[in-house]
């Protein structure tokens, strides 16, 4: 059975760090382009940050640029989200997503979606 499945979600303070990763069963990522998207609560789904099959590729969202910085350890099966200076205005739920490529740092074509992990910045 083919699954993703986010980790290292939890509280945190403003300020602090967070560093979620993707990983799959069933199958192996480096076919794919990976998207990180998020949902607050009472907002919509947004994109966060994608990254190319080869990792060659990457781009953020303009609210995360310069914080955020996503990568992929193919080896190991698993994309990372590296979060720095987290803010109260991050607090959402994070999924990973398999796709075809990166439009910017949407991604594009996807198909697997993981169930989400909470990040919840708060002092």
């Known amino acids: 059975q083919w699954q993703l499945v986010e980790s290292g979600g939890g509280l945190v303070q403003p300020g602090g760090s967070l560093r979620l990763s993707c990983s799959a069963s069933?199958?192996?990522?480096?076919?794919?382009?990976i998207g990180w998207v998020r949902q607050a609560p009472g907002k919509e789904r947004e994109g966060v940050s994608c990254i190319s099959s080869s990792g060659g590729s990457t781009n953020a969202a303009d609210s995360v640029k310069g914080r955020f910085t996503i990568s992929r350890d193919n080896a190991k099966n698993t994309v990372y989200l590296q979060m720095n200076s987290l803010n109260p205005e991050d607090t959402a739920i994070y999924y990973c997503?398999?796709?075809?490529?990166?439009?910017?740092?949407?991604?594009?074509?996807?198909?697997?979606w993981g169930q989400g992990t909470q990040v919840t910045v708060s002092s």
């Open positions: 997503a398999t796709g075809s490529g990166c439009s910017g740092y949407v991604l594009s074509g996807s198909t697997y």
């Open positions: 069933g199958f192996t990522l480096d076919d794919y382009a």
